[in-house]
């Protein structure tokens, strides 16, 4: 799987969209971009993937630039709750691997939501 | 639908002790992952689970075992307890969609203490 590069951390104000980026240069055409986050002592939770297409969901929007080198998460209205360390995972499509799952967690990056 | 469940949420160990973890996915589910925290090295992979067999193994001492259910149900065993063994783990299911994207939900996972 290819490797992602997140900023260590970043803060943002309460209300304000947060803009979340993260480098993954080696994606090969068949590897998905996912983002999860954990909130502190909890399990992660998975926010949105994507493959070429920019996605949106009720928790967020994905862009994706056009080469797929690099993507955003876009949390449109940061709330205190979105204080988490947030993970940027590329992970080739189950099914093309035989269906074993496996994502390997960098160290992600530290968003603050400040009121 | 109920996520994934994982019990116990807390233990308290010592060492040269084995312990048990159980962990109960999704209704559906037949994918289910294992995965172990601590604060020097981050999330790491154990294994995962798919109808009963072992498809992928990350690289932990065999101290670390695990097996699944005809149910789906996973438990993961660690034997002979080390001090390092300290440290959140976690249990995820998956099922992939039609285009072999594959979510993981996560549990909120078991937090050993070995002393």
């Known amino acids: 799987d290819a490797k992602t590069t997140q900023p260590p951390s970043m803060d943002c104000a309460e209300g304000r969209a947060a803009n979340l980026p993260c480098n993954h240069s080696t994606i090969s055409g068949n590897e998905y971009v996912y983002w999860y986050r954990q909130i502190h002592s909890q399990g992660p939770q998975y926010i949105i993937h994507g493959l070429k297409n920019n996605e949106t969901n009720e928790m967020a929007s994905l862009i994706i630039t056009e080469d797929r080198k690099s993507s955003t998460l876009i949390l449109p209205h940061a709330t205190l709750r979105d204080t988490a360390v947030y993970y940027c995972?590329?992970?080739?499509?189950?099914?093309?691997?035989?269906?074993?799952?496996?994502?390997?967690f960098g160290k992600g990056m530290k968003l603050t939501v400040n009121p | 639908k109920a996520g994934v469940t994982q019990t116990p949420r807390y233990l308290i160990k010592t060492r040269g002790q084995q312990v048990t973890l159980s962990c109960s996915p999704i209704s559906g589910h037949r994918s289910v992952s294992w995965y172990q925290q601590t604060p020097g090295q981050g999330l790491q992979f154990l294994f995962e689970?798919?109808?009963?067999?072992?498809?992928n193994k990350g690289n932990f001492p065999g101290r670390f075992s695990g097996r699944q259910f005809s149910n789906s149900r996973s438990e993961m065993n660690v034997s002979t307890l080390e001090l390092g063994d300290s440290a959140l783990y976690l249990c995820?299911?998956?099922?992939?969609?039609?285009?072999?994207?594959?979510?993981?939900?996560f549990g909120a996972g078991s937090r050993l203490t070995v002393l």
């Open positions: 995972i590329v992970r080739v499509a189950g099914l093309l691997q035989g269906g074993s799952e496996k994502l390997v």
């Open positions: 995820a299911s998956s099922q992939p969609d039609q285009a072999g994207a594959n979510v993981l939900t």
């Open positions: 689970y798919f109808s009963e067999t072992q498809r």
